[in-house]
């Protein structure tokens, strides 16, 4: 059986936390930022973790499961 292969896209969005959570970027940081408010791009530059419901999903596109 061939090895699993891991998705490109989802190995250049998503990295793992010492405990095994799965962090991500905020959306909406990329353009059209004039409307925006300070507070609210900076709050989008943090990172943040994937909620539970899709951690299952992403571990699969990492090759992890």
Known sequence: MPKMKTKSGAKK???LT???KIK?????KSH???KKSTK???NLTYFTT???ADEKNIKL?????
């Open 32 to 34: 059209i930022l004039t």
């Open 40 to 42: 609210r791009k900076r």
């Open 18 to 20: 010492g405990s095994g």
């Open 61 to 65: 596109c990492l090759g992890l499961k």
């Open 13 to 15: 969005r998503f990295k």
């Open 24 to 28: 991500r970027k905020h959306a909406f």
């Open 50 to 52: 994937v909620d539970k």
